[in-house]
């Protein structure tokens, strides 16, 4: 059993080959793959944790779509003072699926 825990935007994500991710908006390249940073490997057994050896890993994924996050409402209001605002976000998002751990 392969895993790997990479960088997904300000997150950590547990991923495999086949799984589905949603992460931060990125950039994918023109054919639409993108290369994720990998912060721990398991194959196996035997862990690498150590930078170095990080390096040489590639963890590969395809883009699927982009989209928006739900919409959060941010209100902050004062007692007595008439002070009421309103703001909403939403974020901006990627959905990716990994294709390969080398």
């Known amino acids: 059993m392969v895993y790997a825990v990479v960088r ?3 997150r ?3 991923v495999e080959v086949g799984t589905i991710v949603t992460m931060d908006r990125i950039k994918a390249d023109k054919d639409g793959n993108v290369e994720l940073a990998a912060v ?7 862990i690498t944790s150590d930078g170095a050896s990080l390096a040489k890993v590639k963890v590969t994924a395809e ?3 982009n989209l928006r996050g739900p919409k959060i409402v941010i209100q902050k209001f004062k007692n007595k003072t008439g ?9 901006e998002l990627t959905r990716v ?6």
């Open 8 to 10: 997904a935007g300000g």
């Open 63 to 65: 883009v699927l779509n």
């Open 83 to 91: 002070y009421k605002k309103r703001q909403g976000h939403r974020q």
């Open 40 to 46: 721990l490997l398991v194959d196996g057994d035997k």
């Open 12 to 14: 950590q994500e547990k």
């Open 97 to 102: 699926q990994v294709t390969g751990i080398v």
